[in-house]
């Protein structure tokens, strides 16, 4: 059974620092592209980073470009966001998602991929 577990998550003050972890089972990273996505309630879901199973690129919203890195461990099946000065606004449920992939480029912000985790929750507040 193809599996995302998203973990990390917690509350923390505004110009702190969370780092969430995306663990796989049930099938390898090898050739996936991993997506972090985000959505705040009444928002629509949104894209955050992700990272090509091919070439191993990496894509940033302008939102959190300079302040979100994310990285891949293949042999974990782990992949993890870095997040840095983070602002009240970056407050919502992040979900990490997959989707095999043949071809070697960027991969897609956009909300296109298979496999889903259950989320976990971000509160940035004082």
């Known amino acids: 059974q193809l599996q995302l577990v998203e973990s990390g998550g917690g509350l923390v003050q505004p110009g702190g620092s969370l780092r969430l972890s995306c663990a796989a089972s049930?099938?390898?990273?090898?050739?996936?592209?991993i997506g972090w996505f985000r959505q705040a309630p009444g928002k629509e879901r949104e894209g955050v980073s992700c990272?090509?199973?091919?070439?191993?690129?990496?894509n940033y919203a302008d939102s959190v470009k300079g302040r979100f890195t994310i990285s891949r461990d293949n042999a974990k099946r782990t992949v993890y966001l870095q997040m840095n000065s983070l602002k009240p606004e970056d407050t919502a449920v992040y979900y990490c998602?997959?989707?095999?992939?043949?071809?070697?480029?960027?991969?897609?912000?956009?909300?296109?991929?298979?496999?889903w985790g259950q989320g976990t929750q971000v509160t940035v507040s004082s």
């Open positions: 998602a997959a989707r095999f992939t043949h071809i070697q480029g960027i991969c897609t912000l956009l909300p296109r991929y298979n496999n």
């Open positions: 049930g099938f390898t990273l090898n050739y996936n592209d």
């Open positions: 990272t090509s199973g091919r070439g191993g690129s990496t």
